[in-house]
């Protein structure tokens, strides 16, 4: 199994609603990863776990809140979220170590109204 | 702070053609560089990664090389098919982490 599972593929919410965001993986990677990418603009890093820890949190804002209940899970939860907040959030994965390529979910598109 | 720039923005070839994609980056203290395909609304996929002490890597139709010393590689696609259109985004990985080039959407016209 080569692939990471994100769900739900698509996601509408309103700014006081609370939503999650899931990702899978069963290749035994131990870092995990979560980007924010703007229709035509490249994927933004935003938190990334190691061994189920976060190791990289790249200043981002506290209505994100990232959680790895295990090492084949990471979920993103979302509360009181902005329009701006509208994006594809990519879910990706990879061995730890450099030189490790990363494998990427097919995202999940959120619209916040 | 790394910088990477890709040029063209927008490719629009005829099948069959062979292009090159260029990459550029602004510290050579990198640890590898991948080149990653994305189809509209989805994730990417990664096709080739190069390490730093590496020149070039290839797969079936692709080729991509690394001059790390003037920040630059090239993603080399033969004989292309309308199934290569997509947008090919390159990334950097150093301290900072992977980061990503603009991308370069890629057209191949039938």
């Known amino acids: 199994d080569t692939e990471v599972t994100q769900t739900p593929k698509h996601l509408v919410m309103g700014m006081t609603n609370k939503k999650s965001l899931k990702c899978e993986q069963h290749m035994g990677h131990r870092a995990m990863y979560w980007y924010k990418q703007k229709a035509k603009k490249p994927p933004e890093l935003m938190f990334v776990?190691?061994?189920?820890?976060?190791?990289i949190n790249e200043s981002v804002p506290s209505r994100f809140s990232p959680e790895c209940p295990n090492s084949s899970l990471l979920n993103l939860h979302l509360h009181a979220l902005q329009p701006e907040d509208s994006a594809l959030y990519l879910c990706?994965?990879?061995?730890?170590?450099?030189?490790?390529?990363?494998?990427f979910g097919s995202g999940t598109q959120l619209s916040v109204l | 702070k790394q910088e990477v720039t890709q040029i063209p923005a927008a490719l629009s070839v005829p099948e069959g053609e062979n292009l090159v994609l260029n990459c550029s980056f602004t510290?050579?203290?990198?640890?590898?560089l991948q080149w990653f395909r994305q189809d509209p609304g989805k994730g990417l996929t990664s096709l080739l990664l190069i390490q730093s002490s590496q020149r070039e890597q290839t797969s079936g139709r692709l080729n991509a090389s690394l001059d790390k010393s003037s920040g630059r590689s090239t993603l080399y696609i033969a004989a292309s098919q309308p199934g290569d259109s997509a947008t090919y985004l390159c990334?950097?990985?150093?301290?900072?982490?992977?980061?990503f080039g603009q991308g370069t959407r890629l057209t191949i016209n039938p």
């Open positions: 510290d050579s203290a990198i640890y590898n």
């Open positions: 776990y190691s061994y189920e820890k976060l190791s």
């Open positions: 990706a994965s990879s061995p730890l170590g450099t030189n490790e390529k990363l494998f």
């Open positions: 990334a950097v990985e150093g301290a900072q982490k992977l980061v």
